[in-house]
């Protein structure tokens, strides 16, 4: 079974200065696919960034870039130059084979003008 | 491309009663599911249908929820009685059979349900 943790509920950044949200998983799967997931008010998720667990190699997305710790099953997300929109609930996902996608409890990030 | 459409947008019932929410996947994907996020939470699967048919539905409360596909195109879940707990918003999303550990899945705007 898959499990994914955010142990951040909450968390705040200045504008344009960068903020990290954290999240850790529990897998026995060897190929899995990782997946931050931004939901603003209109609640509709938004992908905003994967990673496939067999490339080492972090993602990076625009001002979006992970750092994938895969022996530690860290997965989390930085976000540089934050802006306004950036305000959103964020969610950590993974998913195996054609499995379901397990989501964390989420980080609601507060940007700050 | 169209999104994932979605309705109602909101709704609130009293317990006891019946609620159906229905979904409209973009045009050409054969998976389908439905996603219950209670406030405070993590969405959590409730269904996955793959065209007309269940994949998984481990996770759907079947005493009272219920969901359908017909022709493997729109669904409508369907809640019957509500309970206080019910009260979480609905998202439907939808993926393309092959893509969706490369790209997640496109979700709607979801139901927000209430119920008092």
């Known amino acids: 079974a898959q499990t994914v943790t955010q142990s951040q509920p909450e968390m705040s950044v200045q504008e344009a200065e960068t903020v990290t949200l954290s999240c850790t998983y529990d897998t026995s799967e060897s190929d899995y696919y990782l997946f931050w997931y931004k939901q603003p008010p209109s609640r509709q998720m938004i992908l905003v960034i994967r990673q496939e667990a067999y490339k080492q190699q972090n993602a990076t997305e625009n001002r979006f870039s992970v750092n994938f710790q895969k022996a530690a099953k860290s997965f989390s997300l930085k976000i540089s130059d934050s802006q306004l929109g950036d305000a959103a609930m964020y969610f950590c996902a993974s998913t195996y084979n054609n499995n379901d996608m397990r989501f964390g409890a989420g980080t609601r990030l507060t940007v700050k003008p | ?116």
């Open chain 2, 1 to 116: 491309e169209a999104g994932v459409a979605q309705s109602p947008r909101y709704k609130i019932i009293e317990k006891r009663q019946s609620v159906a929410f229905w979904c409209n996947p973009i045009s050409g994907h054969a998976t389908l599911y439905w996603y219950q996020q209670i406030l405070g939470q993590g969405p959590k699967l409730l269904i996955q249908f793959q065209n007309n048919g269940v994949v998984d539905d481990s996770q759907l409360p079947k005493d009272r929820f219920s969901a359908e596909r017909l022709k493997g195109v729109d669904s409508t879940l369907k809640i019957q009685p509500a309970k206080l707990e019910d009260s979480a918003v609905y998202l439907c999303a939808s993926s393309l059979n092959w893509d969706r550990r490369i790209y997640g899945y496109t979700f709607g705007s979801g139901t927000r349900l209430t119920v008092v």
